[in-house]
């Protein structure tokens, strides 16, 4: 069976004035309940124009609008066309950091959400996590301990250390949606911002802070370990605080602290 005979009565004519809107939902619609499925090619522009009583321009448009959703791809060359993109964590975080880049919020806020979304994911990490899974959280936590204890700390090796720390705390929660968020803020601000590990006065208490937090974690205390993440954010909004009372600092966004 041809493309074009097993999309045939897949789609309908499609409204003057709003088009390529239309088209959209359509495609979606076929791509949500498995009509199209992921890696699969859509018709060409023709029997697209054809399908829905529209010109090649509404065609295109719509394609667009369905690549920027990441639902789509465009291949080029012979074997090229429109593909149904097979989203993965990966894709959707990257939608999800993309839009946190484009939409700068004010520090406390995002404070706010991280310590909330911090200890949802530490309750459920102590009760679903493995016990291979909490020894590595924690053996990952001294370890950027010590780093941090060095006279002369390498920021970007302790960074990356953090963030694949928050990302394995996500998982051990074992809820897909935690760890879509959590890679998304990883992703989307990266090592931008060292916040607490740049600042001497607070680098050795907050890396201590991650040590405590994991112990509790590996030890299942789940009472410990909030009260932990609570001592977090007190010493993040003083760094916060410290840094905007400094002459000539410049704020920068608080997205990418360790969750400890």
Not at 57 to 81: D, F, N, S
Not at 128 to 149: F, N, V, Y
């Amino acid at each position: 069976m041809t493309q074009v005979e097993k999309t045939a009565g897949m789609f309908m004519p499609v409204t003057i004035g709003r088009a390529s809107e239309e088209i959209v939902l359509q495609v979606e619609a076929a791509v949500l309940d498995g009509r199209l499925a992921p890696g699969e090619r859509l018709p060409s522009e023709r029997d697209m124009q054809v399908q829905f009583g529209a010109g090649r321009g509404v065609i295109r448009e719509a394609i667009k609008t369905l690549q920027q959703k990441g639902l789509l791809e465009v291949r080029k060359g012979a074997k090229g066309g429109a593909f149904v993109r097979s989203l993965d964590v990966a894709h959707v975080s990257e939608s999800l950091a993309l839009f946190l880049k484009l939409h700068p919020v004010n520090p406390e806020k995002l404070i706010e959400f991280r310590e909330t979304m911090d200890r949802a994911i530490t309750v459920l990490a102590i009760a679903r996590g493995s016990a291979a899974d909490k020894a590595a959280l924690l053996a990952g936590a001294q370890r950027l301990e010590a780093l941090l204890r060095e006279p002369e700390p390498d920021l970007a090796a302790t960074d990356e250390l953090d963030r694949a720390l928050n990302l394995r705390l996500a998982r051990m929660a074992a809820n897909p949606l935690f760890e879509w968020v959590m890679s998304a803020l990883q992703m989307g601000f990266s090592s931008h911002d060292y916040a607490l590990y740049a600042d001497p006065v607070f680098r050795e208490k907050a890396a201590a802070n991650w040590s405590d937090t994991a112990q509790a974690i590996a030890a299942g205390e789940p009472a410990r370990a909030l009260s932990f993440i609570g001592h977090h954010y007190v010493l993040l909004r003083q760094c916060v605080e410290s840094r905007s009372e400094r002459p000539g600092s410049v704020e920068v966004p608080f997205l990418n602290e360790p969750s400890d």
